[in-house]
């Protein structure tokens, strides 16, 4: 196995860089809202999934737009002029966020397997920041492997002691956390590992890559005082690790449970409505919680007060206890707490399925109708 490992300072970088900002800056306007217009068609054509079989054309239109979303993220992080907004977050819980979409995207043919997760590793970063990293990662993976295979995630810590931080080229002695995405695919050999994070650089057909995937990787572990090591060979897979600095985490490691103030409590045993849902909340700004069933619902509410949830958005059809029974229990327990309900029944078999609501979402809505109905409940 060689491995390649590219220092900040590699030869030729900066140059690279200065022409990838050049080109970003350009499309970086345009991109902004290309992404929020991609964003809201692909949460409509996923939750339109949910009431019946989905279509091989439905599929194909939501990986396609999954791509097109990732392209102008991509340009828009590299127009960035000056750092994004970053603050101490733990690197599990970005992946447990997008674990969900990162399977997704992955496909069925591959296993995301989580091998190894330090929750106690700590980094100042953007959560968004990190997600692209973790979406690039893996649709790089999954692209190495056509026959299928498996994607292994993991989140560690090293501390590199003086003697031995030269082995990573800039990598400074001191505490670091990484994040691992490995696969079981082609592998590169030297000359593409020499040319790995050129902008526009892709060993790909035509229209099945960009080349600014790992551009955008390089250019988020820059922003973030970090770097990238790259270990491969031909047919024995790649692991790609991106190193950042370890920080202090803002509370007790034991204090697992987020802000509640004000917050939405989004129940959903569809994992991918779910995150999709909580993504959208995230975005406009909302403090949220989530749950997967009726009974896990009603263990966060004890644990959080009530009180301090401002709505609560379900489901109606699940599993075990439904949403109707669900906003039962929590209109006798918490009176003041705001209930709207997801379906795909339409209003009226809503309400007598689940009584008074503050607010119906009817399957498929748009980002648009969500944030509607959560500021009108």
Same mark, same amino acid.
């Given at each position: 196995?060689?491995?390649?490992?590219?220092?900040?300072?590699?030869g030729?970088?900066?140059?690279?860089?200065?022409?990838?900002?050049?080109?970003?800056?350009?499309?970086?306007?345009?991109?902004?809202?290309?992404?929020?217009? @991609?964003?809201e068609a692909?949460?409509?054509?996923?939750?339109?999934?949910?009431?019946?079989?989905?279509s091989?054309? @439905?599929?194909?239109a939501?990986?396609t737009?999954?791509?097109?979303?990732?392209?102008?993220?991509?340009?828009?992080?590299?127009?960035?002029s000056?750092?994004?907004?970053?603050?101490?977050?733990?690197?599990?819980?970005?992946?447990?966020?997008?674990?969900?979409?990162l399977?997704?995207?992955?496909?069925?043919?591959?296993?995301?397997?989580? @091998?190894?997760?330090?929750r106690?590793?700590?980094?100042?970063?953007?959560?968004g920041?990190?997600?692209q990293?973790?979406?690039h990662?893996? %649709?790089?993976?999954?692209d190495?492997?056509?026959?299928?295979?498996?994607?292994?995630? *993991?989140?560690r810590?090293?501390?590199?002691?003086?003697p031995?931080?030269?082995?990573?080229?800039?990598?400074?002695?001191?505490?670091?956390?990484?994040?691992?995405?490995?696969d079981?695919?082609v592998?590169?050999?030297e000359?593409?590992?020499?040319?790995?994070?050129e902008?526009?650089?892709?060993?790909?057909?035509?229209?099945?890559?960009?080349?600014?995937?790992?551009?955008?990787?390089?250019?988020?572990?820059?922003?973030?005082?970090?770097?990238?090591t790259?270990?491969?060979?031909?047919?024995?897979?790649?692991?790609?690790?991106?190193?950042?600095?370890?920080?202090?985490?803002?509370?007790?490691?034991?204090?697992? *449970?987020?802000?509640?103030?004000?917050?939405?409590?989004?129940?959903?045993?569809?994992d991918?409505?779910?995150?999709?849902?909580?993504?959208?909340?995230k975005?406009?700004?909302?403090g949220?919680?989530?749950?997967g069933?009726?009974?896990?619902?009603?263990?966060?509410?004890?644990?959080?007060?009530?009180?301090?949830?401002?709505?609560? @958005?379900?489901?109606i059809?699940?599993?075990?206890?439904?949403?109707?029974?669900l906003?039962?229990?929590? *209109?006798?327990?918490?009176?003041? %707490?705001?209930?709207?309900?997801?379906?795909g029944?339409?209003?009226?078999?809503?309400a007598?399925?689940?009584?008074?609501?503050?607010?119906?979402?009817?399957?498929?809505?748009?980002?648009?109708?969500?944030?509607?109905?959560?500021?009108?409940?």
């Amino acid at each position: 196995m060689t491995v390649d490992v590219v220092s900040a300072e590699q030869g030729g970088a900066g140059a690279h860089l200065e022409k990838m900002g050049a080109v970003a800056r350009v499309a970086s306007g345009l991109s902004h809202d290309v992404a929020d217009l @991609l964003d809201e068609a692909a949460s409509a054509i996923h939750l339109a999934l949910i009431s019946e079989q989905p279509s091989t054309q @439905l599929a194909e239109a939501a990986a396609t737009l999954q791509r097109a979303g990732l392209i102008a993220r991509q340009l828009e992080a590299l127009g960035r002029s000056g750092p994004a907004h970053v603050a101490p977050c733990r690197l599990a819980d970005v992946l447990e966020e997008v674990l969900p979409l990162l399977r997704r995207l992955a496909g069925s043919a591959i296993d995301v397997q989580l @091998l190894e997760i330090d929750r106690a590793a700590w980094v100042e970063a953007g959560s968004g920041q990190l997600e692209q990293v973790l979406f690039h990662l893996t %649709v790089n993976a999954r692209d190495a492997m056509p026959g299928g295979g498996i994607i292994g995630i *993991r989140v560690r810590q090293r501390t590199l002691e003086a003697p031995h931080a030269h082995r990573y080229g800039i990598l400074a002695p001191g505490s670091w956390c990484i994040l691992d995405v490995s696969d079981t695919g082609v592998g590169m050999g030297e000359e593409v590992l020499s040319r790995l994070f050129e902008p526009f650089f892709t060993t790909k057909s035509p229209g099945l890559g960009s080349g600014l995937g790992l551009a955008t990787v390089y250019g988020v572990a820059r922003q973030l005082g970090g770097q990238v090591t790259v270990s491969s060979a031909p047919q024995e897979g790649a692991t790609v690790g991106l190193w950042l600095p370890a920080t202090e985490p803002t509370s007790p490691p034991e204090a697992e *449970r987020p802000a509640t103030d004000d917050a939405v409590l989004v129940v959903d045993d569809d994992d991918w409505v779910r995150s999709v849902t909580v993504r959208a909340l995230k975005r406009a700004g909302y403090g949220v919680l989530e749950a997967g069933s009726a009974d896990e619902a009603l263990d966060l509410l004890r644990d959080v007060a009530g009180g301090c949830i401002r709505a609560v @958005l379900t489901d109606i059809a699940m599993p075990g206890m439904t949403g109707g029974e669900l906003a039962s229990r929590i *209109r006798a327990a918490h009176p003041t %707490v705001r209930m709207v309900f997801m379906t795909g029944r339409g209003a009226a078999a809503a309400a007598e399925v689940a009584g008074p609501a503050d607010g119906v979402l009817l399957k498929p809505f748009s980002r648009a109708e969500l944030l509607a109905a959560i500021q009108a409940a």
